[in-house]
């Protein structure tokens, strides 16, 4: 069975830094694209940043350049998330997500999706 698992959020301040974590069980890392999205209440779910299998490219939105860093750790089938310089806009429940081939900004083309955590930046 195909699972996801984030950890890693919680609540820090302005500044801050924090790193999300998404474990997968039941298939191999390495042959999936991965993302991580997030979604602020009443806004829609976005992508954050993703990495390919294939080519192993890397996207980054805007907002997040520089502050924010994806990597991943195949021998432990997991897939991180480096935070740094946090700002409360930050401020959102963080998903990952797998799916084949090469990554997509567009939500509903991801195949499997953890059940988030919440990343609350705040003074």
């Known amino acids: 069975q195909v699972q996801l698992v984030e950890s890693g959020g919680g609540l820090v301040q302005p500044g801050g830094s924090l790193r999300l974590s998404c474990a997968a069980s039941g298939f191999t890392l390495d042959n999936y694209a991965i993302g991580w999205f997030r979604q602020a209440p009443g806004k829609e779910r976005e992508a954050v940043s993703c990495?390919?299998?294939?080519?192993?490219?890397?996207y980054y939105e805007d907002l997040v350049k520089g502050r924010f860093t994806i990597s991943r750790d195949n021998a432990k089938n997991t897939v991180y998330l480096q935070m740094n310089s946090l700002k409360p806009e930050d401020t959102a429940v963080y998903y990952c997500?797998?799916?084949?081939?090469?990554?997509?900004?567009?939500?509903?083309?991801?195949?499997?999706w953890g059940q988030g955590t919440q990343v609350t930046v705040s003074s």
């Open positions: 990495i390919s299998s294939l080519d192993a490219s890397i």
């Open positions: 997500a797998t799916r084949r081939g090469s990554w997509t900004i567009f939500t509903d083309k991801w195949e499997h």
